[in-house]
């Protein structure tokens, strides 16, 4: 696919920008192969998966001139139509949310400069690793408009209104350390890919199908009744429970804890 490789190791999906001459810039292709990447990960036996992008740059934000198809045309016809992820995003939109349906845990190495388009196809992620001295931006009002790649979605869930409100009206630049205690990553790496590997090799060694039910039940937690999650906590463990490979890893755990209770 265009602007876009996928490869698997040990279970675990890496996705790459591979546009580094335009600091993984978002053009046509590049959406296309974001939305194709996410369509194929998800069709895998991948665990986990890991986005990071090639060159000096995770992903500049919006190559404008490489969008000039939009020029002239009514945007409402660009933009309403719902085209992809059962009919709740246009093709923008999907380029982060494709990743945050995903069923599997995907992790963000980000490193250079992490704006617009770049930010919200990050926020789509379910962790961030950022490089020492990466700048992040909601770059849209830079250009008189608003985020609308999945921001207004996904912002809300990690940062305090005033932030989300100051990153979106001011489009300003902020560093990595600014970034964690604001809440847009989760942790600050050297090397940002090693530390994504690292992670993603754990997650991979545990139970595939008690993670993706995890990742479910949380997505759950963050947006239903709290008798709705208690509910879905029971029903989920005791499908889990009921199933032969559950049983072998609980029962591998408690020989190993056997000696604590003789």
């Known amino acids: 696919m265009a602007r876009v490789t996928v490869t698997y190791e040990n279970h675990i999906a890496f996705v790459r920008l591979t546009r580094a001459d335009k600091m993984n810039a978002v053009d046509q292709e590049m959406i296309d192969g974001i939305i194709a990447a996410g369509q194929e990960v998800a069709a895998s036996d991948a665990r986990v998966a890991v986005i990071s992008g090639e060159g000096k740059a995770f992903c500049a934000g919006i190559d404008i001139t490489g969008l000039s198809g939009m020029m002239g045309r009514d945007p409402k016809e660009v933009l309403m139509p719902r085209t992809h992820g059962h009919g709740t995003t246009n093709q923008w939109q999907e380029v982060a949310m494709i990743w945050h349906r995903m069923e599997i845990p995907v992790i963000a190495a980000i490193h250079g400069v992490c704006f617009g388009a770049g930010i919200q196809l990050a926020l789509g992620c379910d962790i961030r690793i950022a490089a020492p001295g990466t700048r992040f931006a909601v770059m849209e009002m830079k250009w008189g408009i608003v985020p609308d790649m999945g921001g207004m979605v996904l912002l ?79 029903r989920i463990q005791s499908q889990l429970i009921g199933k032969p490979e559950q049983m072998e890893v609980i029962a591998a755990q408690m020989q190993k804890r056997a000696p604590v209770f003789k």
């Open 156 to 234: 809300p869930k990690l940062v305090r209104s005033d932030v989300l409100r100051r990153l979106t009206y001011t489009a300003e630049q902020v560093e990595t350390e600014q970034a964690a205690d604001w809440g847009l990553i989760t942790e600050i790496s050297d090397d940002p890919l090693a530390a994504a590997t690292a992670l993603a090799e754990t997650i991979a060694g545990k139970s595939p199908s008690a993670i993706r039910a995890a990742k479910k039940l949380i997505h759950l937690a963050e947006t239903a009744e709290a008798q709705d999650v208690l509910e879905a906590e029971s």
